[in-house]
Nanobody, 119 residues
Framework: QVQLVESGGGLVQPGGSLRLSCAAS????????MTWYRQAPGKQRELVAS???????NYAASVKGRFTISRDNTENTVYLQMNSLKPEDTAVYYC?????????????WGQGTQVTVSS
């Protein structure tokens, strides 16, 4: 099973930047897609950005051009660089990883990290 630990959240002013990290550990054969989601109070969880093991990326329209997802396969870590932050980016950000073990493919979630954009 894969354990995911997120870090890097916090309070930032509008227009500021934050970098989130999500490190995967445990016993697995490979990690495929790694994805950042977010959930604002009273709203459904939504996909923010995803990246495959080969580096292909996908972004929500609301963050395209402002957020950048990247990963270090040697460290099993995914990053989310968030620039030009807006109050509507305020949410708990969750990391998700699709991974392969002998028994098959599974998915794991991190515990979440709070991002608050406010003046």
């Amino acid at each position: 099973q894969v354990q995911l630990v997120e870090s890097g959240g916090g309070l930032v002013q509008p227009g500021g930047s934050l970098r989130l990290s999500c490190a995967a550990s445990g016993r697995f054969l490979s990690i495929n897609a790694m994805t950042w989601y977010r959930q604002a109070p009273g709203k459904q969880r939504e996909l923010v950005a995803s990246i495959t093991s080969g580096g292909s990326t996908n972004y929500a329209a609301s963050v395209k051009g402002r957020f950048t997802i990247s990963r270090d396969n040697t460290e099993n870590t995914v990053y989310l660089q968030m620039n030009s932050l807006k109050p509507e980016d305020t949410a708990v950000y969750y990391c998700n990883a699709d991974y392969l073990i002998v028994a098959g493919y599974f998915a794991s979630w991190g515990q979440g990290t709070q991002v608050t954009v406010s003046s």
